[in-house]
């Protein structure tokens, strides 16, 4: 995403009240933006100079060894797929997002993309494709995958290198797998994240859409994306943009078999969570804290995340019941442009058991979500594990004690309410029960959080009764 960060955050009071059968809390809805701003100058390309110098040195010398032409065979005909898919697992409504083009005007300190638009930063060669939301979470998940875009053959891979800059660091290398096809060109895949970058070596063919590693934020990076760029040769100075448009001067169409829209508007992706999620700065990792079980009639939030909100669009979204019919519904104008954005409401919960739906439609495309209400909390039976750790009973009274399995040594334990505010902290802690009397906590779900080296800091529901 090779740019500066500049967080935006909107805070939009508007109380709304819903009569469909619904209780609605008179909570602020809440709408945090970020879009990327890129300081200009060739200085600081996210592959620099010195990187391209030994990636030159290196394909010459492989070329050797293969046998291969470094020139161009013929004119170029590869025609790419999109070079990055979810991994088994991640079903969100869409994953990435767009956050630079190639820089078409040669003039430095000078920006012009494909559309002739400012999407790009200066002496940008390729595409960046970002993962979002939870960018970080996915790259620790694994859960966005660098696949080949076209047939060919690896004339060059690194792995191993550090995976997670924030910024543009000197002498910073990236993991990457520069791909030879049959007329001559090439593609690159850079940033990848460490020890994921595919086991073939050089000389080894590849198809299109096979896995060549997980996205990272290796090399000249400031966060998790792709930089995916094409040549019509090996050298760098022949490179090209996929993108077809009026104000590409490199090629004269579109080099994708499907081009996407230089503006690709829609919904990425809902949650329903009842801690609102983490958003630490890189390189942290994000924690999404959403869940899909929940008790009936407590408070929760429910999230929408965009890609490219337009102003004068808007958004709608609705709670089904288990029969399909509407518990609450509302909508969302929007008034500003944003790469991207996320937005919250406060609802509360049904009462009724069953399998409810969270759906939001934004430029005509529909993301849901299903949840569940009161679903196996009253099991006094179960336990709950965190990564190693199992804590019994749950629910547990205010008057009882929690129940560790094996016990804890040294371990850190955080409660947190309905709203995400640690209601109390224990460090150091040894033993294998917490006694909960005259600890002045409210009855209704609160979440734990274990840390002691070994376990896990993932939070767990917890239900507190009288």
């Keep these: 995403m090779h740019q500066q960060l500049k967080t935006l955050a909107l805070v939009v009071y508007i109380f709304t009240s819903f009569q469909l059968q619904a209780q609605v809390l008179n909570e602020p809805e809440e709408g945090h933006s970020a879009d990327f701003t890129e300081e200009p100058g060739p200085e600081r390309p996210c592959i620099s100079a010195e990187e391209y110098e030994v990636m030159e040195k290196t394909l010459q010398e492989n070329y050797l060894m293969l046998g291969l032409d470094q020139k161009a065979i013929t004119a170029m005909t590869t025609k790419f797929a999109w070079p990055l898919r979810q991994a088994n697992g991640l079903n969100d409504c869409s994953y990435y997002y767009i956050t630079n083009f190639v820089d078409q005007d040669t003039t430095a300190d000078s920006t012009r993309d494909w559309n002739c638009g400012k999407r790009t930063y200066d002496d940008h060669k390729g595409v960046d494709i970002a993962p979002y939301p939870y960018s970080l979470y996915k790259m620790d998940s694994n859960q966005v995958e660098v696949v080949a875009a076209a047939p060919g053959t690896i004339v060059a891979r690194a792995d191993g290198r550090f995976d997670k800059n924030c910024d543009w660091v000197s002498g910073s290398d990236a993991n990457y797998v520069i791909i030879r096809h049959q007329d001559g060109s090439t593609s690159r895949y850079w940033h990848m994240k460490k020890n994921t ?94 869940d899909s079980c929940f008790l009936g009639g407590v408070s929760a939030k429910f999230y929408i995340f965009i890609r490219n909100q337009r102003a004068g669009t808007s958004a709608a979204m609705r709670i089904l019941r288990p029969d399909g019919s509407v518990f609450s519904s509302w909508t969302k104008d929007f008034t500003d442009n944003f790469s991207r954005s996320y937005w919250s409401w406060t609802r509360t919960y049904p009462t009724a058991t069953g399998t409810y739906m969270f759906e939001a439609s934004y430029n005509g495309k529909v993301c849901s979500k299903p949840f569940r209400i009161n679903c196996n909390l009253t099991d ?73 080296g070994v376990s896990g800091t993932g939070p767990v529901k917890l239900v507190l009764t009288d």
Aim: proline share 7%; glycine share 8%; net charge negative.
């Design 197 to 290: 970058v595919t086991s073939k070596v050089v000389g080894q063919t590849v198809v299109t859409g096979e896995y060549l590693g997980v996205v990272g934020s290796s090399g000249r990076s400031t966060g998790p994306h792709l930089h995916f760029e094409v040549s019509r040769t090996s050298n760098r100075s022949d490179y090209v943009d996929p993108f077809g448009g009026i104000c590409n001067a490199s090629n004269d169409s579109t080099l994708w078999i499907n081009q996407l829209p230089y503006i690709d508007t829609g919904i990425m992706k809902v949650s329903t969570n009842t801690i609102s999620p983490v958003f630490p700065a890189c390189p942290q990792t994000e924690t999404p804290n959403e």
């Design 380 to 452: 006094t039976k179960t336990k709950e594990g965190v990564a190693g750790t199992l804590f019994f009973p749950n629910p547990i009274s205010t008057q009882s004690a929690i129940q560790f399995e094996p016990a804890l040594n040294g371990a850190t334990l955080l409660i947190y309410n309905s709203m995400g505010i640690v209601v109390q902290r224990h460090t150091n802690f040894t033993g294998s029960s917490l006694p909960l009397q005259n600890t002045h906590l409210q009855p209704g779900v609160h979440y734990i959080q274990i840390a002691d």
